[in-house]
């Protein structure tokens, strides 16, 4: 394989010097103290850091390279390890968060149970939702795709004159390449998540749901803010860095035309709709203009309040381990003298609630906690999946937006079944993983390459006679083992570890010399 | 009990100490154990990267082989997953699934079948670290994982217990993948590496002497990396210790 050149082929390099010595699991700062937030703790560096991996390289629609662009996060080595600790902390709050609950996994099935239930009668919530939103005096727009949302917006906001926008962050309208699409129409976007604004500041796409900027160093934000808000590029303080960024932000939230929020949850009966935040940026972006704008995807209808309160104890707890979020804002309808409208978007939303092994897939509320979990997220980077979606969620919802582009993705995975496990709302990430690499497989895209060897390893593990021949003494079976066992050869195997030692005889042999008589 | 032994492909080839630690050790109990001669592969390696077509031929021979025995048991527990949940490349006749039914992964089968109330046979005196494999963990339950909030439990741990001398420390970690994932360890083989770098690491700092697993597929991989990085820790299989190896 080709990635071993890109820089991770020398196993030093991969290994962070403190690997040598015991991994730092509590850090503190000289003078004792522990920088802690809900969203993750922050450590001095210890080191001059290098240069942050950027992301996969994307080329037009063909298959993204995960791995190769996994191989130069772990080649960046304060980078991985950070990011690799950072979110292992967020899972042991999480774990400590569940033990609290004694009725954590009765939970868990009531929020599976609600979410299937409501997508098994979305049409029948959808409906209810718009009729109750419509009598608080909510606009309601319905969008088919990306495209038509983002025109949908450009309307709304042309309507009002509206010159710039402030939002709170959302995984739909990354979905749907908002941003770029407005900066083409010539309307400012402003993120006021402070993860999400460093994202944009950097023209990158966030790498995680919850902490879009999680794979980055202090180092790193002061480097971009220094180029666009005028920091000083040698101090990495985060105090300084995070009021660096208020100060500059502020104003232009002040002066905001229009604003616009995602949605965590929205409520049928009710009509309402829920923003969960830590930061208090949603409600500034919807509460500061008088115009507020709600993208929300079809699938985060819920019933009735009663099941919210199931959902709520769930969604921050899984996501950082802390039992809330800082602010759950409930939105009704508009204040006087404004104006608020929701876009109810699709985006392949119907067509996968049609796909019978990946509808459940649906029922996601974007807690991330599976990224958290998941060994290969934690030393990839979220940016190596080159798409809206990454870890175990994004391995089986990427594929449904382009089943070619994404179809090396849900071979990024051990199977280990961790995502399942802290899946707050029970979705089988991991089964699905396994069924999307057999529906790619049917859908010929997977390569010539591994196509031939499952085809040789089929023929020659159904052929006793065959096999044994090809096995006949252990180093013939050494020297050939591997290649239907592993099916790339030694050398891959090779490069960072070591081969198997060869024993002399195979279990085989050693049967038939000394059992045989038994049998 | 007449017992079919499933010694899986690589287990053969690489690890024959584990199929003949396992077969002595199911003798030791009184059960007549059966080896299968023509045996090869359970069809996982084809079933696990999508291809259910080129692992049917492969299924349908170890149905086969392992028709007819009271239990057939594994020493690995990825096979016998593979065997138990997604062994359906082929018809579901009667005879396929009465042998998925009976298929067993070694651990489970002397926890939950045998429950032998001591090993005499067995003294470990070593620092132990335990490595489950996530899927006989998740999916074979051979113990609580951390994710999930219910009662402790541990089959390995259970049985271990039972050897005298053993002394078992626990890594940070306890239940993180270590990087293998079958057909993952080469088409992702620097994450995988990094992976097994880490867990390697996180045992040796545990004070962990030697690892311990049900699975040979991890302590193969394991191995290599703790090989190449110069981390001193030997690898052993579960079977091995049960049936009495000194180290």
Redesign the interface.
Known sequence: MSIASEGAGDTGVMLHPELRADRDEAPKSPNGQRLDHAEGASKPLRVRPEKQPRGAKIHGNRPVNQAEAAARFIAAPEHEKMHDERLWDLRQKRDREMHGIPEWEELRALASSIKEHTLVHLDEYLEQFEAKASANGIHLHWAKDAAEHNHIVHRILSDHGAKSLIKSKSMLTEECGFRHYMASVGIEVIETDLGERIQQLDNEDPSHVVVPAVHKLRTDVAEVFAKTIGTDPNNSDVHYLAEAQRQSNRPLILAADAGMTGCNFAVAETGTFVVCTNEGNADLSANVPKLHIASIGIEKIIPRLEHLAVLIRLLSRSALGSPITQYTSHFRGPRDGGEMHIVLVDNGRSSRLGMPEFWTSLKCIRCGACMNTCPVYRRSGGLSYGATYSGPIGLIIDPTFNAHKYSNLPFASTLNGSCSNVCPVKINIHEQILAWRRELVKLHEVSFVKKAAMKAAGELLSRPAAYRAAIATADVALANLPRFVIYNGLNTWGTHREVPHPPRQTFHSWHQANRRAKK | MRIGLF?P????????????AT?ELLERFGHEV??P?????C?Q??A???????????E??FVRNFSGFDYVVAPEGSCVHHVRD?FDALEQTAEVKEVRARTYELVEFLHDIVKPDALPWAKFPHRVGLHNK??TL??LKHAK??????PFYSKPLDLLSKVEGIEFVTP??P???C????????????????????KV??HA?AGAEYVVSADSSCI??Q???A???GVPIKFIHIAQILNGASA
């Open positions: 010694v492909c690589f287990i053969d080839a690489l690890f024959p100490e584990v199929g003949v077969l059966v080896y001669r023509d045996q090869t592969c069809g390696p084809m696990d990267n999508g291809f259910n077509a080129d692992s049917a031929a492969t349908a021979l997604n996530c899927v998740r999916r994982p951390s994710e999930l909030h219910e940070a970690r239940d993180e993948c990087g293998f994932g079958g057909t993952f360890s080469v088409f992702e083989e620097v994450v995988s590496a990094k992976m097994g770098y880490d690491r996180d700092r193969m991989h191995q290599g990396c090989e190449r990085i």
